[in-house]
């Protein structure tokens, strides 16, 4: 086998082959499982070379198919191998709006990496880690893309700042239009910033994300409930935007229904990790938003997600003492990211599989004492075509717990829907979208995310913020609905 | 950032601000409240809002200094900004023809009864409004009571002032003098509603209450304003804030509220600590 033309990769196929993943440096376990630093620390220069050199530069580039914003994984690679980190980042900036967002938290194994050629019988190339490399790199020399399309005049309006809303407003603004975000909160990031932890992925690096769109020309309005504050309709006629984009999220949280989940300790995660995200309680008393006193005390997460073990791995660090997933499910269903389940194992998570809460017991004082669970077995394929759990009659058992989190999905919030006339919605109250241009039944109106989907992950969110963008240029350019 | 353009003190530890806010003053309907974040490090506050001013693009809230952000808060004056406003949130107050209508403000809720008070006496309702406060000098708004009311009457706790003893007192005289209510609101302590809830439950009275339990994000997101209506769980900020009082379990909400009283005390006495409240009793 030669090395192939034109590559600045210098090895042949088998010696690529050959070359071991490169592993990401990480904080010790037992260090970082007290801290809100984050974990995994970044490829350096030389690992990255390294990690790149791997690429097999196949033809066919499934890992570009697979990924749900099509970034050119082939071609940023190769530029790394060359040493152009910056070209690297530019050429994934040309697909992906987030790329030091998605470099930490995309499922790459759900995507590029899972259709990695190297990975059918070694392990995949890691992407998401060429991917974070490259836009760390780009955040440290401070350059940015210039927009070069002439302004068209027309003026677009998202709702909502999270990944589909960033996605759609990085290519909109590429495309020349004026680009208004509003968002609810008082931060800038959506799930971003009150979802995900700092350990995971740093406020700062959104910070410096979203800067880098404002300084490309997209505007941000905090504090905007649209639907409360402002109208879909309001916006288009009064404010005279063009075409709105609704990536509002996925919304309210889902609650068990069972006895005792109004105890003082039981939360939605939602909950909990905003207090302890987007308001900082982890750093009570510096910061005004409480959280109750997590020292010593059990804490159970249900739920089998990445949002469950966001939260529990924050317990941890609130200084839980015993900190457990509690699924109904078995390992192989759960859908949380394969480096979180493996970073939260280290970290002293306990993993209560095939279990289900049926009850929340309650102490003297009106908090959460314990859960009262009980087993599960898995029997027929249900909907979604995962094992349907059912419980094992006479295996309650109580699980002593201060403090509760129900991590188990969430339902479309009605505020938008409700208050423009002709949105349609499915009869999960989602709002109805094309799966190709993201429009929806109002004329001007396009959603993508969640709000269309539910509960998805940030780069899926991401891919339709990118269809929306496309399909919104298309229709303000064409005047064609 | 939203500017204060007026405070003033209504009584000790209760202030009126009018706020810059013109998205909210264009949308809000009385029953509605707001969110506030005074600074970087704050928290979440709702505040219900009194009223508004599309024209000017104001709106005003009456604010209780209770723990350190009502403290920091009523500390502020015209001229200064809050770092966050949003709003306006919750389901309006329902203003229909109901006939005879009682509105109960317990201590701060007045300043929250008021718009409703005014939206239902404006479209023809006979409102009698029930003013209730600890002592004398906490009695707020009775004047602008009285503009919207066909009748007041106003009770302390302790009869330094109007009749002593507690709103339900005067209710339970509304009820014994033959008045038919068609609907009760009543906005205050969470004891105060729930001793109204008790007294027209037996009349099977409509009563209204506006609960405020503890929120963070004010759209139905976090579910931390959870509150048990009937058996089931409501959000406070999008399903409420007002909900049918002799259905809510004001046991699960009292609990509920007091999640964090350690640590409100921490910022309490921090609070003081550093400012020893001097900022608040020398502008009285």
Known sequence: ??????????????????????????????????????????YSEELARQEALRCLECEKTTCVDNCPVGVKVREFVSLIVAGDFQGAAAKIREDNALPAITGRVCPQEDHCEGSCKLGKKGEPLGIGYLERFVADYEQRLGVHTQVTAAPTGKKVAIVGSGPSGLSAAGDLIQKGHAVHVFE????????????????????????????????????????????????????????????????????????????????????????????????????FPKYDQPMADFRGKDVGVIGGGNTALDAIRSALRLGARKAYIIYRRSDAEMPARQEEVKHARQEGVEFQMLTSPVEFLSDENGWLKAARCVRMKLGAADDSGRMRPEPIPGSEFDLPLSVAVLAIGTTANPMIQSTTPSLRTNKRGYIEADSVTQRTTRKGVFAGGDIVTGSATVILAMGAGRRAAKSIHQYLTTGQW | MFKITQAEFLAPGIKRFVIEAPRIARKQKPGQFVILRLYERGERIPITIESSDPARGTISVVVQSVGKTTHLLNSLNAGETLLDVVGPLGKPSEIVQFGTVAIIGGGVGVAMAHPTAAALKRIGNRVISIIGARTKELVILEKDMREVSDEVMVTTDDGSYAAKGFVTDKLQELIKRGERLDLVLAIGPIPMMRAVAEVTRKLAIRTIVSLNPIMIDGTGMCGGCRVLVDGKSQFACVDGPEFDAHRVDFAVLTRRNSTYRTEEKTSMDEFRESHRCQAEESRL
């Open chain 1, 1 to 42: 086998m030669t090395a192939i033309s034109r590559s600045p990769n210098p090895l042949n196929l088998k010696e690529r082959i050959k070359l071991p993943r490169q592993a990401m440096p990480e904080q010790p376990a037992l260090k970082r499982a007290h801290e809100f630093t984050e974990v995994n620390l970044g």
């Open chain 1, 184 to 283: 609810a909160l008082h931060e800038i990031g959506g799930v971003l910033v009150y979802g995900i932890p700092e350990f995971r992925l740093p406020k700062h690096i959104i910070r410096q994300q979203v800067d880098y769109l404002r300084t490309m020309g997209v505007e941000f309005e905090t504090d905007v409930v649209v639907g409360r504050t402002v109208s879909i309709d309001e916006l288009m006629n009064d404010e005279a935007y063009d075409a709105v984009f609704i990536g509002t999220g996925a919304g309210l949280p889902v609650f068990m229904n069972i006895p005792g989940e109004h105890l003082n300790g039981v939360y939605s995660a939602n909950e909990f990790l905003t207090r302890i995200n987007l308001m900082h309680a982890y750093e």
